[in-house]
């Protein structure tokens, strides 16, 4: 969310930040909130002003009595009693435009920043750095289930039975390696000083609304019925929340922290739950990073927390590259955010594997995350990238490491893990 004050100062600015981002229908919001912002600011000095002439009345009166003029007294007790009805009027007013304001600043979109490429959507994300050779054997790669099947690691079949479309039981060495690579995950962040977390895996809405747009929100989220909790589509919003409405120490800064949960997203929208195999599914595992810092370092931590994908993926010896993401493929909260793909043999192409956002202060000025310095208190930056996202990752590895015959070999990284076998199948 921007702030009112950039907003009113910078209309246009922030009217040519939305057509960068393809969103023209939301221009007219803009005007909205200014109109609004002027009418509660106007609101707001009637009610100080109000309250100012109470309390230099109030004094008065008691002069007055203390004199003995008793008419004059009642005169100005009548004149209270009128500022007081109207006051009540004004400061009942006062809370509807705060909500309304709010409401309409959620819609608008960050500001992105200058070297993020203009774009209507992903097909227009530019390719930065590829990382390591792509191979493609001379054999043909089989798809990831059929991988996956013939080491009796995936059963869907019985996950529908149970559960319905888009959710799986992955067993045996497939569970195995899958949990071996969340474990080296943990440890690989760990080692660059994160400090390791399990987070809470239901939300309220008001943590939600701090971390997300609502279209965001009602193509992921699944809501408990009858309580204001949702599960976790990804563990930064717990990671994020933890800091709501705390001040917190600018010694301590930057925090910096790695979140393992499942994650649960309903998958709403063109791409559909896959039917056979397991890249677009309700439930998956991640390894995440989260990172609040001051407003001068969010850019350097942006380029670290990708770079510890790209580095976590090359030690598995699965070759990445990562992509800018367009103005157009931009969630309304981020700043700048670029995707780390990995080479896919079989299909010859790069798929996701990895995203890496940093979201100015609008998550913290929504959740009310702020620090206080020698320069005063001020909102901190927040940043989020996915270390391992399960099983897209699996699918990576898997396609990466295996074999002819259908065996998977175990890169070295991994066999700390999976009780030193290099190989499984």
Same mark, same amino acid.
């Given at each position: 969310?921007?702030?009112?004050?950039?907003?009113?100062?910078?209309?246009?600015?922030?009217?040519?930040?939305?057509?960068?981002?393809?969103?023209?229908?939301?221009?007219?919001?803009?005007?909205?909130?200014?109109?609004?912002?002027?009418?509660?600011?106007?609101?707001?000095?009637?009610?100080?002003?109000?309250?100012?002439?109470?309390?230099?009345?109030?004094?008065?009166?008691?002069?007055?009595?203390?004199?003995?003029?008793?008419?004059?007294?009642?005169?100005?007790?009548?004149?209270?009693?009128?500022?007081?009805?109207?006051?009540?009027?004004?400061?009942?007013?006062?809370?509807?435009?705060?909500?309304?304001?709010? &409401?309409?600043?959620?819609?608008?979109?960050?500001?992105?920043?200058?070297?993020?490429?203009?774009?209507?959507?992903?097909?227009? &994300?530019?390719?930065?750095?590829?990382?390591?050779?792509?191979?493609?054997?001379?054999?043909? /790669?089989?798809?990831?289930?059929?991988?996956?099947?013939?080491?009796?690691?995936?059963?869907?079949?019985?996950?529908?039975?149970?559960?319905?479309?888009?959710?799986?039981?992955?067993?045996?060495?497939?569970?195995?390696?899958?949990?071996?690579?969340?474990?080296?995950?943990?440890?690989?962040?760990?080692?660059?000083?994160?400090?390791?977390?399990?987070?809470?895996?239901?939300?309220?809405?008001?943590?939600?609304?701090?971390?997300?747009?609502?279209?965001?929100?009602?193509?992921?989220?699944?809501?408990?019925?009858?309580?204001?909790?949702?599960?976790?589509?990804?563990?930064?919003?717990?990671?994020?929340?933890?800091?709501?409405?705390?001040?917190? &120490?600018?010694?301590?800064?930057?925090?910096?922290? =790695?979140?393992?949960?499942?994650?649960?997203?309903?998958?709403?929208?063109? +791409?559909?739950?896959?039917?056979?195999? /397991?890249?677009?599914?309700?439930?998956?595992?991640?390894?995440?990073?989260? /990172?609040?810092?001051?407003?001068?370092?969010?850019?350097?931590?942006?380029?670290?927390?990708?770079?510890?994908?790209?580095?976590?993926?090359?030690?598995?010896?699965?070759?990445?590259?990562?992509?800018?993401?367009?103005?157009?493929?931009?969630?309304?909260?981020?700043?700048?955010?670029?995707?780390?793909?990995?080479?896919?043999?079989?299909?010859?192409?790069?798929?996701?594997?990895?995203?890496?956002?940093?979201?100015?202060?609008?998550?913290?000025?929504?959740?009310?995350?702020? =620090?206080?310095?020698?320069?005063?208190?001020?909102?901190? +930056?927040?940043?989020?990238?996915?270390?391992?996202?399960?099983?897209?990752?699996?699918?990576?590895?898997?396609? &990466?490491?295996?074999?002819?015959?259908?065996?998977?070999?175990?890169?070295?990284?991994?066999?700390?893990?999976?009780?030193?076998?290099?190989?499984?199948?």
């Amino acid at each position: 969310m921007l702030d009112i004050k950039f907003l009113r100062e910078n209309p246009d600015v922030v009217k040519e930040n939305i057509k960068k981002k393809f969103q023209d229908e939301k221009l007219p919001l803009v005007d909205e909130v200014i109109a609004l912002d002027a009418e509660s600011r106007k609101v707001k000095q009637e009610a100080d002003d109000l309250r100012a002439n109470k309390n230099k009345i109030s004094k008065e009166i008691g002069g007055l009595m203390a004199q003995g003029k008793k008419e004059e007294a009642e005169a100005k007790k009548a004149e209270v009693a009128a500022q007081s009805k109207r006051l009540a009027e004004l400061e009942a007013k006062e809370p509807e435009f705060q909500e309304k304001i709010t &409401n309409i600043m959620m819609k608008i979109p960050n500001i992105i920043d200058p070297s993020v490429p203009i774009g209507k959507d992903d097909s227009e &994300n530019k390719e930065i750095t590829r990382y390591g050779e792509p191979r493609v054997p001379d054999f043909e /790669v089989p798809y990831h289930a059929d991988i996956l099947e013939r080491i009796n690691g995936l059963d869907k079949d019985s996950a529908g039975r149970t559960s319905g479309n888009g959710f799986y039981y992955l067993m045996g060495d497939a569970a195995r390696i899958h949990s071996a690579m969340i474990s080296y995950a943990r440890d690989f962040m760990i080692n660059k000083g994160f400090t390791y977390c399990i987070p809470p895996f239901m939300i309220r809405s008001s943590v939600v609304n701090g971390v997300m747009s609502f279209a965001e929100m009602e193509a992921m989220m699944y809501k408990i019925e009858g309580e204001d909790l949702f599960l976790i589509g990804t563990s930064e919003h717990s990671m994020i929340g933890k800091f709501k409405g705390q001040i917190v &120490n600018e010694a301590s800064l930057p925090i910096t922290m =790695t979140s393992y949960s499942p994650c649960f997203r309903k998958e709403v929208g063109s +791409h559909g739950i896959e039917e056979r195999g /397991v890249y677009r599914v309700h439930q998956f595992e991640k390894q995440e990073m989260v /990172v609040l810092c001051k407003p001068e370092e969010s850019m350097d931590w942006y380029n670290k927390m990708w770079s510890y994908t790209v580095e976590f993926f090359r030690s598995l010896d699965i070759p990445v590259r990562t992509l800018e993401c367009c103005s157009g493929d931009l969630a309304d909260l981020k700043v700048k955010s670029c995707d780390v793909e990995a080479w896919s043999p079989r299909q010859k192409k790069y798929f996701e594997v990895g995203s890496c956002s940093t979201l100015g202060d609008a998550q913290a000025r929504r959740l009310g995350i702020r =620090t206080k310095g020698e320069k005063g208190t001020y909102f901190v +930056h927040t940043l989020n990238n996915t270390v391992l996202a399960t099983p897209r990752g699996l699918i990576a590895f898997l396609e &990466n490491n295996v074999n002819e015959d259908g065996t998977v070999n175990i890169p070295e990284a991994l066999r700390p893990y999976m009780g030193g076998v290099d190989k499984i199948g």
